[in-house]
């Protein structure tokens, strides 16, 4: 079944999350739920004395962002008793698996020193609470305000060096904008080096799923009529443009971008009084709750300024040594003699002349001697990213014969 559909039915949305455990086969199918679809691992019901409060622990959890942590979520039965809904009011993520020992002092939840954070009143969707929960769950004990404020500084080539550091930067980013917090993201860099993969990855880790929660738009072209219709039928889903910078060349678009955009703005009101607009039945004005995120070649100085200003930027711009390390880093994550995640994110998802997914050995080869070729021809490949690495990767797997597979791979980076 579809998750949104099972979620709608397992779910009563109210001044926060609520789940009805009225019916036992619900109440079992929402735990599930959470258990298996955000890899939370299983569930414990831990009552709190005297009181119709529950702690929901989960763990240990295989999340990527949660890797062997407890989650504990704080129900209140007491909000409605008619109705018996019982609401996730607050959560904590810990590595110590807790049994006992939990205590509630006015609205604070606490075991052992360590606080429940509350989950805000404006968090309705179910995946955006949980969301929520995994995003910040990563970094429980730091505050989410400066956690938001120490990477958007942290973009700073000048402040951060190292480019696999960066990437982590994006992805975090990418986590903090899927619950709401930030209203858009501009990622500039290099193509073939995992900017899509990484942005993609972590919006599944947390939960969120493609054409319901997010869109992606690759290569996207669209008229200006056909932009304010996009964001008009989608005002809650966070917009992924990728490599669709041509929606950037319109005054039109871009003032509906900055209406988006603007945080400080109470309401997010995009208006387009166009006689098109009208004839297509929509409304000339609405309010946009969603996010987006900009995925694009170009350079930061090329996005609009008032863009920028309403964004937080990563920028991946890269040195040819800054992609070595990055192209290293990538291989060096593929724990398989074959690893067709970490093919994804080199973008080498398809499979060589012999029907298999090019080995780790050989990228690790093709890289070595993409390096040897840099310094001899300084420059060369002037295509440097992790689509000649697979070219190149794939020669050496597929020709037997050494010396003769290295003599191809240098002639295609003479060329590249």
Known sequence: MNISRLTHKLITISEAIAINYTSNNKYQSFISLISNKYKLGPNKEIKLRGAEHYIMKYGPSTNKFLKDKYVYLFLDFSKNKNEKFGYIESFAV????YTSGFSKNGSVVSVDGLNFKPIPEDFKKFNDVMSLIIGAGADFDNDQTKITSSLIQG???????????RFEIMAKLVRIISLKDLPG???????????????????TNVGMLEDEDYLHLQGAKLTTVGFYQLLYENPDKLIIFDDSDSVLNDADRINMLKAALDSGAKDRKITYLSPAVVNLGLETSFIFKGQIIFISNYALKDFDQPLISRSVSVDLSMTRQEVFERMQNIINKMTSHVDKQAQREAGNEDEDTTGKVISKEAQ?????????????????PKDLNMRTLGKIAKVLQSEKDEKEGEEIAHYLLSIG
């Open 155 to 165: 973009t700073d080539n000048n402040y951060i060096v190292d480019i696999n550091r």
């Open 364 to 380: 690790q080869r093709s890289l070595d001697l993409i390096q040897d070729f840099d310094k001899k021809y300084p420059g060369k």
């Open 94 to 97: 810990s590595d110590k698996n």
């Open 185 to 203: 993201m501009i990622i500039v860099g290099e193509g073939g080096l995992g900017k899509t993969y990484t942005v993609l990855e972590t919006l």
